[in-house]
């Protein structure tokens, strides 16, 4: 069952990898890679700035900002994401 299991997860792992799959460009932190051996896809996204903000895994609307100082995310430090969420809440209606 094991090598069941491996093998089904190696051709997920394939597909998700392959040219004009899923994985357009890969990040993970330096502690990801370091510790864990992070290798996968999560994207958070909360659907609204007040979901974000009372979401307590987010740090109650902290944890994706690049002025979090805390808990500093190298992903949102070096990339666009925030900004991203940002400026997609600002465009839904109030």
């Not at 997920?12 to 996968?40: D, F, H, K, M, W």
């Amino acid at each position: 069952m094991q090598n069941d299991v491996l093998a089904a997860a190696k051709q997920v792992q394939n597909q998700v990898e392959a040219p004009g799959g899923l994985v357009i460009t890969n990040y993970a932190g330096s502690r990801s890679r370091e510790r864990c051996g992070s290798y996968g896809l999560a994207v958070y996204f909360a659907i609204s700035s007040d979901q974000y903000v009372q979401d307590p895994w987010a740090d109650h609307g902290k944890a994706y900002e690049k002025s979090n100082q805390s808990y500093p995310v190298e992903f949102v430090k070096d990339c666009e994401w925030s900004d991203f969420l940002h400026s997609y809440w600002s465009q839904l209606p109030k």
